[in-house]
């Protein structure tokens, strides 16, 4: 985890480093991560499937891990162009998106999976934090640049590529019974879809997501326009990465002593207060304090998602299940709300409103506010549907003990 994590904490404050170094804007920036999520999503659902019926998980991790290293080595070879960005960042793609997907899964297959599973989630928050960290300080220092950062982001990958060969894990069961035929490809996909469940879980995931991912991406633009350099800018990031290690390392407890779907309705309302503040109260300081709410708007939502999906999801499609939370939560709510920023930061400063960089930037913050007090409504629905399954929760208890006409 720590290595796997490590990777994704270099990448992601490293892209706006060096696409603005090689002079290309924040617009063409969630344009190119945009695409990556689009590749994502091609791909997502036939390696979790894989990881189910075809292929030891580890084993096809290492795979992932070696091409992923070999790609991330030629990407600042590319000339410094649009399309060809956008290229490397498919390559990329087809080798990053579904790892931490799938090592979900095959650490919730361990006995006790969820109660460990905040504690080493927690060491993956730290290796992010930190690689973020030395991203910043590296980036800022004259004698290196973003495209120096590169081979030590290659480094990562090949270390935790290592870390994998003497893991070892059981082949995918085809049959559950003798005679039973293997599950096809297309059938475990209507078997998941056909949960109602899990779809409102996926709709309220898709929407907190849409609200939060053109913020984590765009806040270090905002930060340059603020004044800050690159080792404050992703330092932001390296804070809340470090605040989602309370909620990890706590996180059996949490879940045990609050009902997930409180928790879940807490997390889109906590998400529009760190946005209001962003975008009314700009700030470097500001968008640092905001960051601390990352424990909740971030981490929580995660660390929930995952335990709620390992109780809900069939057991023959654990990775299945896994990589659908993470189209919808990582990929698909990347790509629209990337898509959304990318058009909308071109409109408001070229189209008739002719804003500045900063206040498109403030502008898109306050938008995601406003899609996270929707996500909070698409809550409701969802958390009824599970009481109808598991018993009533603590707001219908609490109602009911009031006499009010109140069922959630």
């Known amino acids: 985890m720590f290595w796997l994590c490590a990777t994704i ?12 170094e090689v002079g290309l804007a924040a617009s063409d920036f969630a344009m190119i991560v945009a695409v990556q999520a689009a590749t994502a999503m091609a791909i997502g659902q036939v390696i979790g499937y894989l990881a189910d019926t075809r292929m030891r998980r580890t084993r096809l991790l290492l795979w992932m891990m070696l091409f992923g290293s070999l790609t991330m080595a030629l990407f600042p ?18 080798f990053v998106s579904q790892r931490i997907m799938i090592f979900n899964a095959l650490l919730l297959d361990s006995r006790r999976g969820e109660e460990l599973y905040g504690k080493i989630r ?20 004259p004698v290196f640049g973003a ?17 994998l060969i003497r893991t070892r ?32 879980f996926l709709f309220f995931v898709f929407l907190v997501q849409f609200a939060a991912t053109p ?35 706590y996180g059996a407890q949490i879940i045990r002593r609050f009902h997930l779907m409180l928790l879940f309705l807490l997390v889109p309302l906590a998400l529009a207060v760190r946005w209001s503040l962003v975008a009314f109260a700009p700030g ?16 929580l939502l995660y660390l929930c998602s995952i335990i709620f999906l390992n109780r809900e999801v069939p057991r023959r499609l654990k990775s299945s299940g896994q990589t659908m939370f993470g189209l919808v939560f990582a990929h698909l709510a990347m790509l629209l709300g990337n898509l959304w920023a990318s058009v909308s930061l071109y409109w408001f400063t070229k189209g008739p409103m002719q804003l500045t960089e900063q206040q498109a930037l403030q502008l898109n913050f306050g938008i995601g506010a406003g899609v996270a007090v929707l996500a909070a409504v698409s809550a409701i629905p969802m958390a009824r549907e599970y009481h109808r399954r598991h ?6 208890r609490a109602a009911g003990l009031l006499r009010l006409p109140f069922r959630v």
């Open 169 to 200: 894990d059981e082949p995918p069961k085809r049959r559950t019974s003798p005679g039973e035929a293997s599950i096809g490809f297309l059938e475990a996909q209507k078997i998941l879809l056909s949960n109602r469940l899990l779809v409102r």
């Open 215 to 249: 913020g984590h991406l765009l806040q270090v633009n905002l930060m340059r326009e603020l004044g800050a350099s690159a080792k404050i800018a992703t330092g932001a990031l390296a804070l809340a990465a470090f605040v989602e290690v309370i909620v990890f390392y």
């Open 77 to 94: 070879l590319l000339p410094p162009t649009r399309p060809a960005m956008i290229l490397g960042m498919v390559v990329i793609a087809l």
């Open 9 to 20: 904490g270099a990448l992601m404050p490293l892209l706006p480093i060096y696409l603005a």
């Open 284 to 299: 470097v300081g500001v968008v640092l304090a905001s960051n601390l709410l990352h424990v909740v708007t971030f981490g």
């Open 391 to 396: 018993g009533p929760g603590p707001l219908t």
């Open 122 to 141: 927690l060491v993956g928050s730290i290796s992010f934090a930190l690689t973020a960290i030395g991203v910043g300080i590296l980036a800022d220092m």
């Open 147 to 163: 495209a120096i950062m590169w081979p030590v982001l290659v480094a990562i990958d090949l270390f935790f590529a290592i870390s």
